[in-house]
């Protein structure tokens, strides 16, 4: 177990793996284009878009969607070539070209009803269609077939061919194992000097400068100087062609194209002979090129056996990706010799002619790779180790984790910041003896030197210090320069040197910082220009990087403005290591770090080109409006906006509609819902670095919905003026019948007005009886009273009889008279009773009132009250109650106790005002 153990490290240490720079590869599978498999040619036509010829389909690509066509025979599409806006295409005894109409491509066949296909040629296919001298012309393996516009000409070729080629304006046709002929004034001449391919299948002539070059199947290239004699291709790629399979191939602008049946595509540079390989091992999607073709931008789309593929190599940034997963993350770059130190999450690796090979015992975190004079020192997790091509890999000391090793500005010495804090190596040549120059054990990330014995440290997690040290370099003076200038937010401190001067990056504020008082000072540039950024790494004096939303941005500083020139996206979309994204400069090229190699730099200039845009707008059944067209109410639409270009000319662009807010246009297409009805326009911008730039502009309208078209407002007029009439007429009859409403109200007010007043004087007719009955009613109480008052005179006068009589105590027998006329003369019970029910009577409102209020009253009371009320007095009242004077007055004072009341009302009063 162990020695299998022991095996595999050893191999994994000495594990050696191809690698090398390579342009950009965008891949399109048939499911993105929804087509079949092999593509078997490529054109791209006036209108910048690709046609693909791909078995039963025709595709058209624009940089946005993807568009799909079939034959009306559903025959097999061999062949395609975009000229003067028509696009041509060749297949099983058919030959036609298509047109974009509308949005649309419609096909016209130019072999229906034609005789050219019969005989000996009814059973073959047109495999390629090229043009010369404004001629179609499109051949199949037996015929070449001659085009005008008008006519068509067949030509039969001497033997079977495998293709014709276009070679400085002239025609060839390469025959299988027969040689190469040129087709001269209507018929075919062999071309002589050409023994030693005579027996190959030729795939591709084309020409360079001086030079003609012959791609055989299986013998390689062969190249032929002008009246000189054709020899083998003197390259050193030439031999490893000969071991594949060649099925395409091109030359344009000193580079060669050659797609092979198994190994993908190589390309070779004329001037500087250096290659490379793309293929499915690396990038490429498929193995086998079947059709190479270059476009405008002088990029190349390949058609595979399976798929399509777009390499940008007209770009100014490259790849360095391992795709085999051995590599790792890479965190740290350095020059070495021809090649590279890459240091990653597993290893220090050296990368040279291509390969990369794992530096034995280095596994493990890397942070840091600095050159010093002829060796490299290595911050690992493990400590920190030296690698030189004398001494190999070893150890230096145990400081783990170096993040930045840096030369010390003032002297002959180095700074390194890792796991545990600051360290300063007092000697260049011995790393190993080193010294501490901050107080505490913390990890310090990042560090700039501002002066000979003075430091500013980047905690690894917040704080921004400033360490000064004393003559023996030890820490004289640690101040928290974010504390001191109250920062609360503190974390993720980013430093930044530009122009000489340290900035830094502080709770999303940029500082520099005054070196006395130690007061961080806003910089009113760069907080300008440079606010919401994730990273900001230094390329040189003038230029740098920024991270900002994800998308990376190479500064230039041009006549004190910052031109913003963005890096595609594509090269590094989900690569980029957060907060750990370095820069390292190798002969004129930017190398930058991802998570599984390394962006390649070649240029930090802007690329800027004025771009032309157009604007699509579809329905939803797929109809394009033409501008200034009209769409229905509510209908989604979809917006594609189309750039001329594909690769990296190809800049970031944004639109609006109507007066809104810009908005990044990330797929180049949007759609569109719930629009208001209206005018509305739609604008397409791109930024030149400095400014936004309106590229195009597309105008359409949203028609009202159905209840607001033309016939429905004729419809809500008539509507509306026949509600007009009927309410007229209604308002018309309601008036009629108001007036004759209030012809009956005025005849029924006055019947109203008429009984009222007779209910008037009726009222008042009762009330003047009532007040004659009230006054009768009181005579009869006064007849009463005066009776009542006789009554009492008369008692009074008989008791004054009666002591008359008991004075006259001798005369007895008046005595007796006298008393006996008296008794007559006496009231009887009955009498009395009678008087007093006349009395209660006559006074029966006021004893309702009365006992209503005073509930406690008794019937002796109220006689008291009635009399009180008649305005009698005590003495006028005491024989009328049988009771003496001071009975009377005893009989009021408990009354006003009774009705609780006080000594200064009056009651005669008080008995008059109760109603």
């Known amino acids: 177990m162990k020695l299998h153990f022991f095996i595999l490290i050893f191999f994994f240490q000495h594990f050696l793996f191809s690698q090398e720079t390579l342009p950009f590869v965008e891949n399109f599978s048939k499911q993105d284009y929804n087509g079949d498999n092999q593509v078997w040619s490529v054109s791209q036509g006036d209108d910048n878009a690709l046609y693909f010829a791909n078995n039963s389909f025709l595709i058209r690509y624009d940089g946005v969607k993807w568009e799909k066509y079939t034959l009306p025979n559903k025959t097999i599409i061999r062949s395609v070539l975009a000229f003067q806006g028509k696009v041509f295409t060749g297949s099983y005894n058919e030959f036609g070209f298509w047109v974009r109409e509308n949005g649309v491509m419609k096909y016209t066949s130019l072999s229906a009803d034609k005789d050219f296909f019969e005989g000996n040629t009814r059973s073959e296919e047109v495999w390629k269609i090229f043009s010369l001298n404004k001629k179609i012309y499109f051949q199949t393996f037996n015929e070449l077939y001659i085009y005008d516009s008008e006519k068509i000409v067949k030509k039969n070729f001497p033997y079977q061919i495998s293709y014709c080629f276009v070679v400085r304006d002239r025609l060839f046709a390469a025959t299988v194992h027969k040689g190469i002929y040129?087709?001269?004034?209507?018929?075919?001449?062999?071309?002589?000097?050409?023994?030693?391919?005579?027996?190959?299948?030729?795939?591709?002539?084309?020409?360079y400068k001086n030079q003609n070059f012959f791609f055989t199947q299986k013998n390689g290239v062969f190249v032929q100087n002008v009246n000189e004699e054709l020899l083998a291709w003197n390259h050193p790629i030439n031999e490893k062609l000969k071991t594949q399979i060649i099925i395409t191939a091109k030359v344009f602008k000193a580079k060669v194209l050659i797609g092979t049946a198994f190994n993908g595509i190589y390309v070779v540079d004329l001037t500087s002979n250096e290659y490379f390989n793309i293929n499915r091992s690396n990038s490429l999607r498929n193995n086998s090129v079947l059709s190479i073709s270059v476009d405008k931008e002088q990029d190349v789309w390949l058609g595979l056996d399976n798929g399509i593929s777009h390499i940008i190599l007209n770009s100014p940034y490259q790849i360095f990706s391992d795709h085999s997963g051995q590599l790792g993350t890479v965190y740290s770059l350095a020059s070495y010799g021809e090649g590279y130190l890459l240091g990653t999450n597993h290893g220090v690796f050296e990368s040279k002619d291509n390969k990369l090979t794992l530096i034995p015992n280095s596994q493990g975190q890397v942070w840091d790779i600095e050159k010093v004079d002829d060796k490299y020192v290595i911050g690992h997790n493990e400590g920190t180790f030296e690698y030189s091509e004398n001494k190999g890999y070893r150890k230096l000391n145990d400081l783990t984790g170096g993040w930045n090793f840096k030369k010390d500005k003032f002297a002959n010495r180095y700074i390194q910041a890792n796991y545990t804090?600051?360290?300063?190596?007092?000697?260049?040549?011995?790393?190993?003896?080193?010294?501490?120059?901050?107080?505490?054990?913390?990890?310090?990330?990042?560090?700039?030197?501002?002066?000979?014995?003075a430091f500013v440290l980047a905690d690894s997690y917040r704080g921004l210090y400033k360490v000064e040290l004393n003559e023996k370099d030890e820490p004289e003076k640690i101040t928290n320069i974010?504390?001191?200038?109250?920062?609360?937010?503190?974390?993720?401190?980013?430093?930044?040197?530009?122009k000489n001067a340290e900035l830094y990056y502080i709770d999303n504020v940029w500082y520099f910082l005054e070196s006395i008082s130690n007061k961080l000072i806003?910089?009113?540039?760069?907080?300008?220009?440079f606010k919401n950024i994730q990273e900001i790494i230094s390329l040189d004096e003038d230029d740098f990087i920024v991270n900002k939303d994800g998308k990376l941005f190479i500064i230039n500083n041009v006549d004190n403005n910052f031109i913003w020139v963005p890096i595609p996206q594509e090269y590094y979309l989900?690569?980029?290591?957060?907060?750990?994204?370095?820069?390292?400069?190798?002969?004129g090229k930017y190398l930058l770090n991802t998570d599984d190699g390394f962006l390649q730099i070649n240029s930090l200039r802007s690329q800027f080109?004025?771009?032309n845009v157009k604007i699509e707008l579809a329905s939803s059944n797929n109809t394009f409006l033409r501008e200034g067209g009209s769409v229905g109410f509510k209908e989604q639409l979809k917006l594609y906006v189309i750039s001329e270009y594909y690769g990296s000319k190809k800049t970031p662009l944004y639109y609006k509609i109507d007066d809104e807010a810009l908005v990044p246009l990330e797929k180049g297409v949007v759609e569109l819902k719930n629009l208001v009805s209206d005018s509305h326009s739609i604008s397409v911008y791109y930024n030149d670095g400095e400014k936004f730039v309106e590229a195009?502009?597309?105008?359409?309208?949203?028609?009202d919905p159905w209840y607001f078209s033309i016939w429905m407002k004729l419809v809500y007029v008539l509507i509306i003026a026949s509600l007009l009439l009927l309410y007229y007429k209604w308002t018309k009859y309601k008036y009629y019948q108001k007036l004759k409403l209030k012809e009956e109200e005025l005849k029924h007010k006055n019947e109203i007005l008429r009984l009222e007043i007779e209910a008037d004087n009726k009222l008042k007719l009762q009330e003047y009886e009532k007040h004659i009955l009230e006054n009768q009613v009181q005579a009869k109480a006064n007849e009463l009273a005066s009776k009542s008052l006789s009554i009492v005179k008369q008692g009074e006068l008989i008791d004054s009889i009666q002591k008359i009589l008991d004075s006259e105590k001798n005369i007895t027998s008046l005595k007796a008279k006298i008393s006996k006329a008296i008794k007559i003369n006496a009231l009887n019970k009955n009498e009395w009773k009678s008087f007093e029910e006349n009395l209660l009577k006559s006074n029966e409102d006021f004893v309702k009132q009365l006992t209503l209020k005073h509930q406690n009253l008794t019937s002796k009371d109220i006689k008291l009250c009635i009399y009180l009320k008649m305005n009698l007095s005590s003495k006028e009242i005491a024989p009328l109650m049988n009771i003496s004077y001071r009975g009377v007055e005893l009989h009021r004072y408990r009354l006003r106790k009774k009705m609780d009341l006080d000594s200064s009302v009056n009651l005669n009063l008080f008995m008059n005002n109760i109603k």
């Open 182 to 207: 040129e087709f001269l004034g209507g018929e075919f001449d062999k071309v002589a000097g050409l023994e030693p391919i005579e027996d190959n299948i030729i795939y591709g002539i084309d020409a």
């Open 421 to 453: 804090g600051l360290y300063l190596f007092p000697d260049p040549n011995d790393f190993s003896v080193y010294k501490k120059i901050n107080d505490k054990m913390k990890p310090i990330k990042d560090f700039v030197q501002v002066g000979p014995k």
């Open 482 to 498: 974010t504390q001191l200038n109250e920062i609360q937010n503190d974390f993720g401190v980013k430093l930044f040197h530009y």
């Open 522 to 529: 806003p910089n009113e540039v760069f907080n300008a220009n």
């Open 574 to 587: 989900g690569k980029l290591i957060n907060n750990e994204t370095k820069v390292y400069k190798k002969e």
């Open 609 to 611: 080109a004025k771009q």
């Open 696 to 703: 195009s502009k597309f105008s359409f309208k949203v028609s």
